[in-house]
């Protein structure tokens, strides 16, 4: 079922925002290429992307939750036999096999089985 939830922050200021995340808050991290930092939290996990408008990212100070998840194909079969309605198929993102259910609200959510490694107890690589 789902095990975690992944937060992230869209910013003009990336990189100072990751160093800060990392040096200041102290939040251990894996940089998975060029500088970028996916922070480890108690089963949560936390990337910064560049708010770039030609690239269709968000504006600086908008956020997105994801929930994931070890086995993708198991977890959306209970939350669908709990009655949670999914809005499209499993599809792979490459970072992960991606879909979203819908909440209460109005909106969707977005679940996900990643594709990378988490670094669960490692100190931070700066």
Do not use: N
Request: aromatic share 12%; proline share 6%.
């Amino acid at each position: 079922m789902i095990r975690g939830v992944h937060t992230m922050f869209y910013t003009s200021k990336a990189k100072q925002l990751r160093e800060f995340l990392r040096d200041k808050l102290g939040f251990p991290c894996s940089d998975v290429g060029e500088g970028w930092l996916i922070f480890d939290l108690p089963e949560a996990d936390m990337g910064v992307h560049p708010a770039d408008p030609a690239h269709g990212d968000s504006r600086t100070g908008t956020h997105s939750i994801s929930f994931y998840c070890d086995d993708i194909a198991k977890t959306v079969a209970q939350l669908k036999k709990k009655g949670v309605k999914f809005t499209g198929p499993v599809v792979d993102q490459g970072y992960g096999l991606v879909t979203y259910f819908k909440v209460p609200g109005g909106f969707s959510l977005q679940l996900y089985q990643p594709r990378y490694e988490k670094r669960k107890g490692r100190k931070s690589r700066k």
